[in-house]
């Protein structure tokens, strides 16, 4: 079975930096888009970045110059790299993936979620 594997994540000062990173674990054949959501408390799940296999990147507007995503294709591990952290991105961050495993090559890629990791941001 995938699962996606988090780390990073943490309690850090206003202005400080983060490096999430998230790599799955199984029969992989294959990983296409992969990204980070976050969830603060009381508000709906949002994206913060998505790449694509080719290295296109989106981001949201709130984390953009502040952010950065990037992967190792030959690893299939996405990092997010936090800079200027406010108290605004403290959050659940959950990584997600779309895999093609090795038993359903046929039935293409499928996406898949982190149990995510917490970042805080506070003085």
């Known amino acids: 079975q995938v699962q996606l594997v988090e780390s990073g994540g943490g309690l850090v000062q206003p202005g400080g930096s983060l490096r999430l990173s998230c790599y799955p674990t199984?029969?992989?054949?294959?990983?296409?888009?992969m990204g980070w959501y976050r969830q603060a408390p009381g508000k709906q799940r949002e994206l913060v970045a998505r790449?694509?296999?080719?290295?296109?990147?989106v981001y949201a507007d709130s984390v953009k110059g502040r952010f950065t995503i990037a992967r190792d294709n030959a690893k299939n591990t996405v990092f997010l790299q936090m800079n200027s952290l406010k108290p605004d991105d403290t959050g659940v961050y959950s990584c997600?993936?779309?895999?093609?495993?090795?038993?359903?090559?046929?039935?293409?890629?499928?996406?898949?979620w982190g149990q995510g990791t917490q970042v805080t941001v506070s003085s």
């Open positions: 790449i694509t296999r080719g290295g296109n990147t």
């Open positions: 199984g029969s992989i054949f294959s990983v296409d888009d």
């Open positions: 997600t993936a779309e895999v093609v495993s090795i038993t359903s090559i046929a039935e293409g890629s499928r996406g898949y």
